[in-house]
């Protein structure tokens, strides 16, 4: 109740307010009209300079130098009506006689004509549009680029592993993300079979958000790293090369035909890396000796590892000592006897 009377107060002084402007304006030669909740009637031989309504129909006899503008509301122009600029009717429709004179466009927007209008504003025939999906475009990409700035200093070791899964596995990362684009819209449908499921649903869409989020900032790091190597920079830090790599690919989306590609593929290596690492939390795609090779112990390996200096002898290592021999291998052995001669009894030996 507070909200309503708090609503007409302001509309009321709105009205005042822009009553009183009306008012001073009417003293002039040339006026504009603008009226809130009402109708507007231009009568014939009255000549103005624009007029406005909200939530009003406006029927023009006389004549309007500049545009006339209905919102929420119809436009009628008579015989006698003369509009020298653009008449637009947005939520009503435009009736214009035979003999009335319009130098500018008719815009009539409603929801018969609603889908033809967005398809025209979409095309190259208003290219004033194409500067506001721009900026859209561009407010996105900042929320996106301050978000994943907190990201890779909060949590540089799960970017850094999945950066790592992308160049070590690219193959198995792009087919893990296609299969997890193509999985998604059956896996809601599966989920939409029991309540349980349903309630499901909100976890799945957080999981392709996080996943897809993580992954574009791993591969925006990775060309980073990429793009300052190449320019003789091989340590760049995190969050520089998050930086520059994410802007580098923001404006590689720009780029016609191909740029939609190249952020499309970003996307999926991004969405493989991600559930592959699990979240950048788990190694367990990284290489594993195979069965059977042999392990060296790291001792060794550091001994393999010395270098020897050109016409140093090589001295041998020392053998190792032999066991200590037990009390019983130390006794000494007697001598076997000799065989016996013949003739001679057995069991006896010369002396």
Same mark, same amino acid.
């Given at each position: 109740?507070? $909200?309503?009377?708090?609503?007409?107060?302001?509309l009321l002084g709105m009205q005042l307010?822009?009553?009183?402007?009306?008012?001073?304006?009417?003293?002039?030669?040339?006026?504009?009209?603008?009226?809130?909740?009402?109708?507007?009637?231009?009568?014939?031989?009255?000549?103005?300079? #624009?007029?406005?309504?909200?939530?009003?129909?406006?029927?023009?006899?006389g004549e309007v130098e500049q545009s006339?503008?209905?919102?929420?509301?119809?436009?009628?122009?008579?015989?006698?009506?003369?509009?020298?600029?653009?008449?637009?009717? *947005?939520?009503?429709?435009?009736?214009?006689?035979?003999?009335?004179?319009?130098d500018g466009n008719l815009t009539e927007?409603?929801?018969?004509? *609603?889908?033809?209008?967005?398809?025209?504003?979409?095309? #190259?025939?208003? !290219?004033?549009?194409?500067?506001?999906?721009?900026?859209?475009?561009?407010?996105?990409?900042?929320?996106?680029?301050?978000?994943?700035?907190? =990201?890779?200093?909060?949590?540089?070791?799960?970017?850094?592993?999945?950066?790592?899964?992308?160049?070590?596995?690219?193959?198995?990362?792009?087919?893990?993300?296609?299969?997890?684009?193509?999985?998604?819209?059956?896996? +809601?449908?599966?989920?939409?079979?029991?309540?349980?499921? =349903?309630?499901?649903?909100?976890?799945?869409?957080?999981?392709?958000? #996080?996943?897809?989020?993580?992954?574009?900032?791993?591969?925006?790091?990775?060309?980073?790293?990429?793009?300052?190597?190449?320019?003789?920079?091989?340590?760049?830090?995190?969050?520089? &090369?998050?930086?520059?790599?994410?802007?580098?690919?923001?404006?590689?989306?720009?780029?016609?035909?191909?740029?939609?590609?190249?952020?499309?593929? +970003?996307?999926?290596?991004? *969405?493989?890396?991600?559930?592959?690492?699990?979240? $950048?939390?788990?190694? $367990?795609?990284?290489?594993?000796?195979?069965?059977?090779?042999?392990?060296?112990?790291?001792?060794?390996?550091?001994?393999?590892?010395?270098?020897?200096? !050109?016409?140093?002898?090589?001295?041998?290592?020392?053998?190792?000592? &032999?066991?200590? +021999?037990?009390?019983? +291998?130390?006794?000494?052995?007697?001598?076997?006897?000799?065989?016996?001669?013949? $003739?001679?009894?057995?069991?006896?030996?010369?002396?």
């Amino acid at each position: 109740m507070k $909200g309503t009377r708090a609503a007409l107060i302001f509309l009321l002084g709105m009205q005042l307010l822009l009553g009183t402007a009306a008012a001073g304006a009417a003293d002039e030669n040339e006026k504009r009209i603008i009226k809130i909740g009402s109708d507007v009637t231009v009568a014939e031989g009255t000549k103005v300079r #624009s007029v406005v309504t909200v939530g009003g129909q406006i029927t023009v006899d006389g004549e309007v130098e500049q545009s006339v503008t209905a919102l929420g509301g119809s436009v009628v122009l008579t015989r006698t009506a003369v509009v020298k600029g653009n008449v637009t009717a *947005l939520g009503g429709v435009i009736v214009a006689a035979r003999d009335a004179q319009i130098d500018g466009n008719l815009t009539e927007i409603n929801s018969s004509n *609603l889908f033809n209008t967005l398809t025209t504003a979409l095309s #190259s025939e208003w !290219e004033g549009w194409s500067w506001i999906f721009a900026f859209v475009s561009l407010a996105i990409f900042l929320v996106i680029l301050v978000l994943a700035l907190l =990201i890779v200093a909060l949590l540089p070791k799960p970017i850094q592993l999945v950066t790592e899964a992308i160049t070590e596995h690219t193959f198995k990362v792009v087919l893990c993300g296609i299969l997890a684009l193509v999985l998604i819209a059956p896996l +809601a449908l599966l989920l939409t079979v029991s309540v349980v499921g =349903i309630a499901l649903i909100p976890l799945e869409v957080i999981i392709v958000v #996080s996943s897809v989020l993580m992954g574009f900032i791993a591969v925006g790091q990775l060309i980073g790293k990429k793009v300052f190597h190449w320019l003789g920079r091989p340590n760049p830090a995190a969050l520089r &090369a998050t930086f520059w790599g994410l802007i580098l690919l923001w404006m590689i989306g720009w780029v016609p035909y191909i740029g939609w590609m190249v952020k499309a593929l +970003a996307l999926v290596i991004g *969405l493989g890396a991600a559930l592959i690492t699990r979240f $950048g939390t788990h190694a $367990g795609w990284k290489q594993v000796p195979a069965p059977g090779a042999a392990i060296v112990p790291p001792a060794v390996m550091s001994a393999q590892a010395v270098p020897v200096a !050109e016409g140093q002898p090589v001295q041998p290592e020392p053998a190792a000592a &032999a066991p200590a +021999a037990s009390p019983a +291998a130390t006794a000494p052995v007697a001598p076997e006897a000799a065989p016996a001669a013949p $003739g001679e009894p057995a069991g006896e030996s010369k002396p």
